[in-house]
């Protein structure tokens, strides 16, 4: 018993699950029943919809356990622990069988991800037991030259991940040739589109090879000082981000004199974000960080030019960061064998949404939408149809259902009127309204706006207005070509990204699924019986009894019937609650 070792998953999504609940109680027996065994923690591993996750690693090999509450590790640690039995029914993962989650992790490459979930993220130790801080060692010790270090960050043909897909190796060389005797590198972890959570997940579960590829790129460059823009809001990843740098500073990885060369002075500093999604921009981030408020400026000359303090600054993504390390070690022909040409490498996605394997997951560039939404996502939940994906987050788009073939590369999600974004994918089916998605995500970007660029200001209040207006079955003929108008006005003149990106989602949709719109205002009809106020309720007398449970229940009065008489809902008085639909047991009361 002693070789075995019990790992519980507590990022975020496992502490909210309840895994702290799960580890105390490990702790308890252990204590109680004298058990001889280790116990670890770890971060998310990216099956976030079977969390909580525990891990048992003995001499027969690993067996992860899902939804695990604290009356199951109970019955895990007897028949497993005491025992030698693992329970199969309870295991999503195994080397010794297969499980029903099989094509879920084999279709997935960890590179980003390699080591979320397989160390204690708290200890640099384990982080140095699986290469960590080897590439830099690697560099330093070699004496590569920094154009050599880039010339590999180029060859691997990694592009930035957190949006716009630019060059990494180009944004380093741009920043290296500028001259100045102050460099910074900034690490955006400022992740704020409405269902991604990819950079809080990998500072939760790995945050040393975000430092480790910040220290590499301030080699390459000539950079003296780091920052890593986190928002306020991921307590835990930045509770871990600010032991790791203490520690990494401790064993002299961070600090003056690095690895033994002379002038190779570097340090990182957390800075805490607001929550502004506007300070995602990257010139808005830079002006936040000089303690400026959030806007974005205009462009040239770029950051790698004049950034923070009009010093050369390299900024990229965590995700981007991450993978500089593996690349370094494993060389830039490891890295580009994956995916396809002009998009090489890996991509983390979240998936979110209407999905039923809900979470992160890590796959080649080039593989289709359908492939992630069915072979790693599991499929719809309750098998409904599969409608849209939004990819790219509020400044991305709408992708229907018949273009799921779409290869998951820049310039292919690009041609659909979305964009690849940092890698947020919200999956909707067939009750989703895409008029009240579009609604959803343009009220955030408006909510979002800094307000420099008049028309981001007002032209996306307009906008949403109008879309609020057609939801609410006041919508009129004009209305669409206003909406089109505004979103051509609104990325001709705004100055940055989330002005120029606002209309997205409503031209998406607008392009494929104009019927809604066109149902929403011609016909007051919502197609997907999702906009309240274009909702009537009816009684189907035929499967009426006259319990008199709706009429009872109605708030408004607006149902009349006696007992074993059919009953009927006066529109005018109906308010659309939903309670008859709901309360209803014999499936009387029809929606249209």
Not at 283 to 303: D, N, V
Request: net charge neutral; proline share 4%.
């Amino acid at each position: 018993m002693e070789s075995i070792k019990i790992t519980v998953g507590l990022g975020s999504c496992g502490i909210a699950a309840g895994a702290g609940k799960v580890f105390d109680e490990i702790v308890r027996i252990k204590e109680a029943d004298n058990l001889k065994f280790d116990l670890a923690k770890t971060s998310c591993i990216g099956m976030c919809f079977r969390e909580p996750l525990v891990e048992i690693k003995d001499e027969t090999g690993s067996y992860l356990y899902g939804d695990v509450d604290v009356k199951k590790i109970d019955e895990i640690i007897e028949k497993h622990i005491v025992n030698f039995s693992p329970i199969k029914e309870y295991i999503v993962k195994s080397d010794q069988f297969d499980t029903p989650y099989k094509e879920y992790f084999d279709a997935q490459v960890k590179i980003t991800l390699r080591n979320c979930g397989n160390i204690d993220p708290e200890h640099i130790t384990e982080y140095e037991n699986r290469q960590g801080y080897k590439a830099i060692r690697k560099i330093t010790s070699e004496k590569t030259p920094p154009e050599d270090v880039i010339k590999s960050v180029l060859d691997s043909g990694i592009r930035g991940r957190g949006g716009a897909g630019f060059s990494t190796g180009m944004k380093w060389n741009f920043a290296r040739n500028s001259k100045s005797d102050e460099k910074y590198v900034v690490c955006n972890a400022d992740e704020g589109d409405p269902g991604a959570f990819m950079d809080r997940s990998v500072l939760e579960g790995d945050p040393h090879s975000v430092l480790e590829g910040m220290i590499i790129c301030a080699y390459a460059i000539g950079a003296t000082h780091g920052y890593i823009y986190c928002r306020a809001e991921y307590p835990l990843a930045v509770k871990r981000l600010n032991l790791a740098i203490n520690q990494a500073r401790e064993k002299k990885y961070l600090g003056n004199n690095l690895f033994g060369i002379e002038g190779f002075n570097f340090d990182i500093i957390v800075k805490e974000g607001a929550g502004a999604f506007v300070c995602g921009e990257e010139t808005a981030l830079m002006a936040s960080i000089e303690g400026q408020r959030g806007m974005p400026r205009k462009r040239p000359p770029f950051p790698a030019v004049k950034g923070l303090w009009k010093k050369p600054t390299n900024i990229n993504n965590v995700e981007t960061y991450a993978n500089i390390p593996w690349i370094i070690l494993n060389g830039p022909a490891a890295y580009s064998q994956y995916g396809k040409e002009k998009n090489r490498g890996t991509k983390v996605f979240a998936l979110t949404g209407k999905i039923k394997n809900g979470g992160l997951v890590e796959v080649p560039m080039g593989i289709t939408i359908r492939d992630i939404i069915y072979k790693l996502g599991g499929g719809i939940i309750n098998d409904k149809k599969f409608k849209a994906v939004q990819l790219g987050g509020p400044s991305g788009g709408c992708i229907p259902e018949y273009l799921a073939d779409t290869s998951i590369d820049y310039e292919s999600v690009t041609a659909t009127g979305a964009i690849m974004g940092s890698g947020g994918m919200v999956v909707m089916d067939e009750t989703t309204c895409m008029v009240d998605v579009a609604r959803f995500f343009l009220d955030f970007t408006q909510k979002e706006s800094c307000g420099k660029c008049t028309f981001c200001r007002i032209g996306t209040k307009r906008m949403l207005e109008i879309l609020t207006r057609i939801t609410q079955g006041e919508g009129k003929e004009e209305d669409i070509p206003a909406l089109e108008e505004l979103a051509q006005q609104i990325k001709d003149a705004t100055l940055c990204g989330l002005g120029n990106s606002a209309p997205n989602p409503v031209l998406t949709t607008l392009k494929y699924f104009r019927n809604e719109y066109e149902a929403h205002i011609r016909d007051k009809k919502c197609p997907s019986l999702y906009c309240k106020k274009l909702l009537t309720y009816e009684v189907i007398p035929d499967k009426c009894t006259g319990c008199v449970v709706c009429k009872r229940g109605c708030p408004v009065g607006a149902i009349d019937g006696d007992k074993k008489i059919v009953h009927f809902i006066h529109q005018e008085l109906c308010t659309k609650c939903g309670d008859c639909y709901s309360k209803c047991k014999f499936d009387a009361i029809k929606i249209s």
